[in-house]
């Protein structure tokens, strides 16, 4: 189970870092996602972590400006996002997969999105 949050409201230039609480005790071997989703688009891939964390992929539209990283201990996985655009406006959505490697598609577990909006 996934448990996301850490949305809200800034303005541009600013930042946000959202969080990703993970139940079970096997989080380690999972790889961990991000995607966003804006309002009549589709949702897309934003950063993945590898399970122990030594490999790090991000779209190229925010390669960057935001940063993955996680907490094995803490059963967390976070999205420090910075430089933040009226265009990166979405809901957020962690996901995991049962695979310690990164793959920008084919995750098995989602969380509930937590929604970022960017005014100008």
């Known amino acids: 189970q996934l448990q996301a949050s850490g949305g809200g409201l800034v303005q541009a230039g600013g930042s946000l870092r959202l969080s990703c609480a993970a139940s079970?005790?096997?989080?380690?071997?999972?790889?961990m996602g991000w995607f966003r989703q804006a309002p009549g688009k589709e949702r897309e891939f934003v950063a993945g972590?590898?399970?122990?964390?030594?490999?790090?992929y991000y779209a190229d539209s925010v390669k960057g400006r935001f940063t993955i990283s996680r907490d094995n201990a803490k059963n967390t996985v976070y999205l420090q996002m910075n430089s933040l655009k009226p265009e990166d406006t979405a809901n957020y959505y962690c996901?995991?997969?049962?695979?310690?490697?990164?793959?920008?598609?084919?995750?098995?577990?989602w969380g509930q999105g937590t929604l970022v909006t960017v005014s100008s």
């Open positions: 079970g005790r096997t989080f380690s071997t999972y790889a």
């Open positions: 972590i590898s399970g122990r964390a030594d490999f790090t």
């Open positions: 996901a995991g997969r049962t695979f310690a490697t990164v793959s920008t598609t084919q995750y098995d577990y």
